[in-house]
């Protein structure tokens, strides 16, 4: 059974990461699907998710 490649242009990975300014969506298919999701870097609100996770992880491990 061969996994369905979403319609994604491949140029907008690079390697394992979807960097596309275009594209307003913070969490995109994997180019390959079924296979999850991923986030596009190029969004800003990416790295604002990405750093507000790292401090509920950081903080819960400081006060538990």
């Known amino acids: ?3 369905k490649v979403n ?3 491949t140029d907008n990975w690079i390697g394992v990461l979807y960097f596309n300014r275009k594209d ?3 969490i995109v298919p994997k180019r390959i699907s ?3 999701w991923t ?3 190029a969004n800003p609100y990416t790295y604002i998710m990405v750093i507000v996770i ?3 992880i950081t ?3 400081h006060f538990l």
């Open 24 to 26: 307003s969506r913070v």
């Open 59 to 61: 903080l819960s491990n």
């Open 54 to 56: 790292i401090l509920i």
């Open 34 to 36: 079924g296979m999850g």
């Open 1 to 3: 059974m061969r996994n």
């Open 39 to 41: 986030l596009n870097f």
């Open 7 to 9: 319609k994604q242009k």
